[in-house]
């Protein structure tokens, strides 16, 4: 379901010059009246996704061992992956 939100997102994000091109398509995005909608729905995606790995943490259960400090180390990495891509997604298109 987070892929298909991120999809669907994506397909509407705004496109001009070459993405690579900063100085000319940081403007181009802030000018973008879809610029909030779109970057909302990529982080909401990505979110549902996040949850979708905490899910799997829990449903595991991992009582001892390598395992429970393996899914632990999952978990916080799957904490910072999403306050990361908030912040990309935050400042996406700002000139």
């Not at 892929?3 to 509407?12: D, K, N, S």
């Not at 995005?29 to 549902?48: K, N, W």
């Not at 899914?71 to 990495?77: D, E, G, I, K, P």
Request: aromatic share 12%; charged share 10%; hydrophobic share 55%.
């Amino acid at each position: 379901m987070g892929v298909v939100v991120t999809a669907l997102a994506g397909f509407l994000h705004a496109e001009g010059v070459d993405p690579n091109n900063h100085r000319e398509i940081f403007p181009f995005y802030a000018a973008s009246r879809s610029r909030t909608p779109v970057h909302l729905g990529q982080f909401v995606g990505m979110a549902i996704i996040t949850v979708g790995l905490v899910g799997l943490f829990f449903g595991i259960g991992a009582r001892d061992g390598t395992a429970l400090w393996l899914s632990r180390l999952a978990l916080l990495w799957a904490g910072a992956a999403i306050a990361v891509y908030a912040v990309l997604q935050a400042v996406d298109g700002w000139p």
